[in-house]
Structures are given as C-alpha cells and as structure tokens.
C-alpha cells in the first residue's frame, strides 16, 4: 500500500497548465526531498525532478517541481501531447527506512 | 551513456527462487548506489532494495525483507537480487536502477526491466 497519495487521473488540453499533487507525512515528505517520475507508455520511468525542484538534465522547463510541509507538486505548463503518462512523486521514509512511492497520476492531454 | 540490462527474469512457482542480474555500463559503477524496483501487472511503481557503492547500507521493503538479499560486484559492474520463497504477489517488472553518487539515493537512470512471474 502506497504511503503517498496522488490523485489517479489529471487532464488539460495542449498549452494548459496541469498540477499534480502527492501527500505524505512528517516523516518523508516533511523531512526529506521529494522525486518525480514520469512513465510513457510501456517504457521504464523517467526522473523528471531530482530533489523536490531541481530538473535533471535534459528535462524541459516546462515541468517544475515544489514542496510545502508535508504535501508536493508537480506542475507541467503548456501541456504537450507527449506528456501523456503516468506520474510518480516518491521520497524517503524515515519511520519505513526505505524509500515510498506515489500512487500515480494519468495525466491526459485532451 | 549509462546503460543497464537487466536479466534472469521468468516463469518461477510459488516458493521457488530467482536470482535477477543487472550489468551496468556508461559510468563508474562502484561509485553509485543502486536500487531494484518493480511493477505489478497494470499497477504503480513499489521500491524493494536498495544498496550504497560500497555495500555499506542496504534497505529492504518491508514486503520482501527476510526472502530477497540485494547484492553488488563492483569488480563485474553487476547488480544482484536473491529473491526466495516468492509469492504469486511478487510477480512484476523488477528495475534495475542507479542512484547519485556515494550513498543511498532514489533512482536516476533505469534499465528497460525483466519481468518475474510467480504462478504454479
């Protein structure tokens, strides 16, 4: 069972902004750095944001990450059809000791 | 370029054993954590181990700890998991992956995967 909690589907048409919300708690969001993932379809994930807001290499400015307490987001802005996938936020749990995922977010480009 | 190929995936029953290699290429594979992560069939990403460069720390999840043993051979550039007494909910894609540098990290770059299937 996933200890982060992510809605299961988000949408917008090309050029829209979409956000995606992942919620944990005190004891890995809250105290440690946040990862997105991005998965196209049938190919392995991606890390789209290392360290809560930082973009690897590669990564287009479009996608942004942030964090506040024990939530975090993941905004993609002007929506592209390729961006159609499933997301991941994940993070270290201190109580589990060991690392948590989200539950994934179906982003569709309308 | 960083390269990881996953292997010895395949049909196991219920009880049985596997072992899953990974052989990295593209960068200095003793100086990076690594991790193994899986897929079920249609379902989201689960972490299961996770290794320092130097097999200093190890971390399993909570779901395989006891029956999987994470392992590495920095001299082979290889990445290893023992998996024993698996359960049909272990059948999933396993990833093989490469965190930063030095200590545990989550996963950066990810092999295409081996699918493991546990069923009598």
């Known amino acids: 069972q996933s200890v982060l909690t992510q809605p299961p589907s988000a949408s917008g048409t090309p050029g829209q902004r979409v956000t995606i919300s992942c919620s944990g708690s005190s004891s890995n969001i809250g105290s440690n750095f946040v990862y997105w993932y991005q998965q196209l379809p049938g190919t392995a994930p991606k890390l789209l944001i290392n360290?809560?807001?930082q973009r690897p290499s590669g990564v287009p400015d479009r996608f942004s990450g942030s964090k506040s307490g024990t939530s975090a987001s993941l905004a993609i802005s002007g929506l592209r059809s390729e961006d159609e996938a499933d997301y991941y936020c994940?993070?270290?749990?201190?109580?589990?000791?060991?690392?948590?995922f989200g539950t994934g977010t179906k982003v569709t480009v309308i | 370029e960083v390269q990881l190929v996953e292997s010895g995936g395949g049909l196991v029953k219920p009880g049985g054993s596997l072992r899953l290699s990974c052989a990295a290429s593209g960068f200095t594979f003793s100086s990076y954590s690594m991790n193994w992560v899986r897929q079920a069939p249609g379902k989201g990403l689960e972490w299961v181990s996770s290794?320092?460069?130097?097999?200093?720390?190890?971390y399993y999840a909570d779901s395989v700890k006891g029956r999987f043993t994470i392992s590495r051979d920095n001299a082979k550039n290889s990445l290893y998991l023992q998996m024993n007494s698996l359960r049909a909910e272990d059948t999933a894609v396993y990833y093989c992956?490469?965190?930063?540098?030095?200590?545990?990290?989550?996963?950066?770059?990810w092999g295409q995967g081996t699918l493991v299937t546990v069923s009598s």
């Open positions: 360290r809560s807001n």
């Open positions: 992956a490469r965190g930063e540098f030095g200590e545990i990290s989550p996963p950066h770059y």
């Open positions: 290794i320092s460069s130097s097999s200093s720390y190890i």
């Open positions: 994940a993070a270290w749990d201190d109580s589990l000791s060991g690392y948590v």
